[in-house]
């Protein structure tokens, strides 16, 4: 166990709907990054927060957003979804920003989004 | 982004030492060199990682070359449960992490 937790696990909508994804990250780490990982494209950086606020952007779409809250708990706002968003998500924390073992990232079990 | 070369698919039998190489020709001089593993169904779960020397923990080891232009993550007893994708990354102050398609390693009974 990562200590990362993400909700939901699954979650099946449809074209055009909008989605929340959550992740508390581990005691103490005030970094959060955001990843998609698709059968075609691998493993994607879409975005990092830092203490509640955003530090990178990656290929992260205009239909995406995420915010980082006070209790350092991160939401990924996904909407008008495509089939093409179909994919997991996950989350990831680490306890600083920085390199080495200030970045050594800890992931959590992803969330499966389907879009039909 | 500094880019990293592993080979696509190794085995190995179980209980046998593994040795998962990997180039990064033009790393520069501040990149740490970083491993995560990702098991089938799981999120990435953080390896290992190191800067100039050889670096051990319980779960593996990491050996650099001198120069820094490739290292190499020794698993020294594969068992059944280290069968996943093994990920090499750069790590260099404010780039994010690029996760490539790794190396696939099989482990045989």
């Known amino acids: 166990d990562s200590g990362v937790t993400q909700t939901p696990k699954h979650l099946i909508t449809a074209t055009g709907q909008r989605v929340t994804l959550r992740c508390s990250p581990r005691?103490?780490?005030?970094?959060v990054y955001w990843y998609q990982q698709s059968l075609d494209q691998g493993l994607q950086f879409l975005i990092q927060?830092?203490?509640?606020?955003?530090?990178a952007k990656g290929n992260i779409l205009e239909r995406f957003s995420a915010q980082q809250f006070p209790d350092l708990h991160s939401e990924l706002n996904l909407s008008s979804l495509e089939l093409g968003d179909s994919a997991l998500y996950f989350c990831?924390?680490?306890?600083?920003?920085?390199?080495?073992?200030?970045?050594?990232?800890?992931f959590g079990a992803g969330t499966r989004l389907s879009v039909l | 982004d500094a880019k990293t070369t592993q080979p696509n698919s190794m085995e190995s039998n179980e209980e046998e030492p593994v040795h998962l190489p990997c180039n990064h020709s033009?790393?520069?001089?501040?990149?740490?060199i970083h491993w995560y593993r990702q098991l089938p169904s799981q999120g990435p779960e953080y390896v290992i990682h190191?800067?100039?020397s050889n670096v051990n923990n319980r779960m593996a080891s990491l050996a650099i070359a001198e120069d820094r232009k490739s290292s190499t993550l020794i698993l020294h007893r594969a068992t059944l449960r280290d069968a996943a994708v093994y990920y090499c990354?750069?790590?260099?102050?404010?780039?994010?992490?690029?996760f490539g398609p790794g190396t696939r390693l099989s482990v045989l009974p």
């Open positions: 990831a924390s680490s306890v600083d920003m920085g390199q080495g073992a200030k970045n050594i990232q800890y």
């Open positions: 005691s103490g780490d005030l970094s």
């Open positions: 927060y830092y203490n509640g606020e955003e530090r």
């Open positions: 033009t790393i520069s001089g501040t990149d740490y």
């Open positions: 190191g800067l100039t």
């Open positions: 990354i750069l790590d260099n102050y404010g780039q994010n992490f690029v």
